[in-house]
């Protein structure tokens, strides 16, 4: 008896990891048919039956609908109103996770959502073994696609947009923390570059934020191509590899963690001639994980070795633990840093 209760925790184990990949879409799938905003626009929780005639879809799927909503509900992405009018109808409405899922509003991951759960960020995953089995120094992502994914972006106007506004996305959420919890790291800042800044997300959120702060972006030209018009924010096109704007601060978001140690290392020694020195206000600002050598958090700690995973498929990067970013800090010739929490990420200031 025991023998096989093992047997049946162990099928239900490997069955929630494959599950994983189905869930992931499911919540992909809320998004696209805009279920957190029919439920935000009702303003209260939402009948079931009103949903569903706000919804792009035949009342004959209402049955469908009503099972994606009990997944979703379990693993806490809505709150169910059983017969909240004693009509029998129940009702829904947003947890701060759905809230986060809003298309109409900021900040979202609604396009980070759909932007990594694209098939094309996706797809190369499926070659992760073919990799591991391959002499290739490239990536799933280069096998996947045969260039590596900056040059893919840049070849295909479509992916360049998801990509951007998903990282965007992401930027929504982490600079409204930042700005608010992290007000010291900017503090005597005159200006800043943010380099490898996207379409100038974060940018935008600190000069806002911190308006006497000078705020440059600074990344790929087709990729400051895609950057709004902003009066506060200057865009730059150029190589973070080849050179890096002069501003008292250097600000890399999500960069760091896609390169290898020798990389990082030749993008900090390039920071440190752009900066001044630390008693002129001289900081090198990361917002990367640090790994969590407690783990006290599961659902941190599993979502920081995934990453890992992700940036060893898409790009040769890696997630890192605090003595390895020293390590690193040491070699491109910092003399110290400063560690701030932020969920599965950190603020990491680095000083000359
Ligand atoms: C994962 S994205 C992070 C974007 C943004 N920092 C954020 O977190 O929202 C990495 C960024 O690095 C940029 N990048 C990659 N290689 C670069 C290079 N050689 N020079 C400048 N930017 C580069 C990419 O275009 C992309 O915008
Ligand atoms: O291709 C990428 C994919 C992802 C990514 C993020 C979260 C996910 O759940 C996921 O499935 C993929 O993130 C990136 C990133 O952060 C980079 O700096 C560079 C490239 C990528």
Redesign the pocket.
């Known amino acids: 008896m025991e023998q096989t209760k093992e047997l049946l925790q162990a099928q239900t184990h490997v069955c929630h990891h494959i599950n994983g990949n189905a869930i992931s879409m499911f919540l992909k799938c809320a998004v696209e048919l805009g279920i957190p905003d029919a439920i935000h626009a009702h303003g209260q929780p939402l009948p079931f039956s009103l949903l569903v005639s706000s919804l792009p879809m035949p009342p004959t799927k209402a049955p469908s609908l009503r099972r994606l909503l009990r997944l979703l509900t379990h693993t806490g992405f809505f709150t169910i109103h059983p017969d909240l009018d004693s009509s029998g109808d129940d009702a829904y409405s947003l947890t701060p996770s759905s809230q986060l899922l809003l298309r109409s509003s900021s900040p979202s991951l609604a396009s980070f959502v759909l932007g990594m759960l694209d098939s094309s960020i996706l797809s190369p995953l499926q070659l992760l073994s073919a990799w591991y089995r391959s002499e290739q120094p490239a990536t799933a992502a280069e096998m996947a696609r045969g260039m590596p994914i900056?040059d893919w972006?840049r070849a295909n106007p479509h992916f360049n947009l998801l990509f951007?506004d998903a990282?965007?996305s992401?930027?929504s959420v982490v600079s409204k923390v930042v700005v608010t919890d992290c007000k010291a790291a900017f503090r005597g800042l005159r200006s800043l570059v943010?380099?490898?800044?996207?379409n100038g997300?974060?940018a935008r959120a600190i000069a806002e934020a911190f308006p006497h702060i000078k705020c440059t972006v600074?990344?790929?030209p087709h990729?400051v191509a895609t950057m709004p018009e902003s009066p506060v924010v200057q865009a730059i096109g150029?190589?973070?590899?080849e050179r890096i704007p002069p501003a008292d601060a250097v600000f890399l978001?999500?960069?760091m963690h896609?390169l290898t140690d020798e990389q990082c290392v030749k993008i900090l020694r390039l920071c440190k001639e752009a900066i001044p020195k630390r008693e002129d206000g001289g900081k090198v600002i990361i917002v990367d994980m640090v790994l969590n050598s407690e783990k006290e958090d599961y659902m941190v700690t599993e979502s920081q070795l995934v990453m890992d995973l992700v940036m060893l498929q898409a790009t040769g990067g890696k997630e890192r633990e605090e003595h390895e970013w020293k390590k690193i800090f040491v070699e491109a010739g910092f003399v110290d840093h400063r560690v701030t929490p932020l969920g599965t990420r950190s603020l990491i200031e680095v000083f000359p």
């Open positions: 900056w972006t951007n990282m965007a992401d930027t943010d380099v490898g800044g996207g997300m974060f600074y990344d790929l990729v150029g190589d973070m590899f978001k999500l960069v896609m």
